[in-house]
Nanobody
Framework: QLVESGGGLVQAGGSLRLSCAAS????????VGWFRQAPGKEREFVAA??????STYYSDSSKGRFVISRARNTVNLQMNSLKPEDTAVYYC????????????????????WGQGTQVTVSS
């Protein structure tokens, strides 16, 4: 089971730290990704991290502002310099597929999803 937390309301330019907590001893064997979905839009890729945490990949919109990291049974997404267009429900998901720039951005590559956490950035 994946549980996201850390969402909330923040002003533009502010920061939030999202966490994705997992139960089970095999979480470290999964690639983990963060996605988001704004009202009326499709779910889109934000960031992903390899099983060891040694490799990460970001969307163009999150690169340079967001940082994904992992420790034991948690994957965090530090979001800085937030913009109103970052407003969305953020989801974490895990995948048993290999970590590469083609796989990690594809929703269908992920096997299990959390329920999401709302992030709202006011202007």
């Amino acid at each position: 089971q994946l549980v996201e937390s850390g969402g909330g309301l923040v002003q533009a330019g502010g920061s939030l730290r999202l966490s994705c907590a997992a139960s089970g001893r095999t979480f470290s064997t999964y690639v983990v990704g963060w996605f988001r979905q704004a009202p009326g839009k499709e779910r889109e890729f934000v960031a992903a991290i390899s099983t060891t945490g040694g490799s990460t990949y970001y969307s163009d919109s999150s690169k340079g502002r967001f940082v994904i990291s992992r420790a034991r049974n948690t994957v965090n997404l530090q979001m800085n310099s937030l913009k109103p267009e970052d407003t969305a429900v953020y989801y974490c998901a895990h995948s048993t597929n290999s970590f590469n720039s083609i796989n990690v951005v594809r929703i269908r590559q992920y096997n299990h999803w959390g329920q999401g956490t709302q992030v709202t950035v006011s202007s």
